[in-house]
């Protein structure tokens, strides 16, 4: 009788590279073996590179992408209040500027076509500006190369509070200029308005959940 043994299976360890990009001078990228950019800089090099720029926040997405985006300007924040911080999105959604008041749209202008031919969540220009691209390889994730693309499992509030770069330590947006009883109703409970609600569900560490019907937040 012959025994037929089964083969062990062997366990690829992805190896991990580091490489300097000519638009981001100073950060360190972490790159897989498949050439996929590791959305990760310690801690001391993020505070160097933003230190003495202006910061903007780059987020050409929805009403979630956008509202979220400002946890960048709240981590930015917490470290320097008085650092300068603008915002390119979509115009509808302004007021969100408004009501957390720590940043202002930026007179740049940066398209989503120019976005793309920097493949990174951090960049740099020529004029102290640090760019934070919030939707880099959101929901779609491609090597810096732009090539291989294939779908992101991770919850999308995951995704995005990765690409602040930092450990999470509670970056919510707060809307500051609509009272503190919006804000704690907003992230814990439900806001209705005259036909629409909103329901963000979010647990310590990191931010995982969210159901969005439509809008809630006065957009005009």
């Known amino acids: 009788m012959t025994i037929k043994r089964k083969r062990k299976k062997k366990t690829q360890t992805t190896k991990v590279k580091t490489r300097f990009f000519p638009f981001s001078p100073g950060i360190p990228w972490l790159i897989d073996s498949y050439l996929y950019i590791i959305p990760k800089i310690d801690f001391e090099t993020w505070k160097t590179v933003i230190s003495n720029r202006n910061i903007v926040i780059t987020v050409f997405g929805g009403l979630l992408e956008s509202l979220f985006s400002l946890c960048v300007a709240e981590a930015v924040n917490s470290f320097d ?21 720590i940043c202002k749209p930026s007179p740049i202008n940066l398209t989503q076509k120019i976005l793309k031919k920097y493949p990174v969540p951090l960049f740099l220009d020529n004029e102290d500006n640090a760019y934070f691209n919030i939707l880099h ?50 992230y814990k409970n439900r806001i209705k308005s005259t036909s629409k609600v909103i329901t963000i569900i979010l647990i310590t560490n990191p931010i995982i959940g969210f159901s969005e019907k439509s809008n809630s937040l006065p957009l005009k």
Do not use: A, C
């Open 81 to 101: 209040p008085n650092h300068k911080i603008q915002w390119i999105g979509k115009e509808e959604y302004f007021p969100l500027l408004r009501y957390q008041g």
């Open 137 to 186: 390889n959101y929901k779609i994730k491609t090597t810096y190369h732009g090539k291989y693309p294939y779908t992101v499992k991770l919850p999308v509030l995951e995704q995005l509070s990765r690409n602040i770069l930092i450990p999470w330590n509670g970056y919510l947006p707060k809307l500051r200029n609509l009272g503190n009883d919006f804000t704690d109703n907003l």
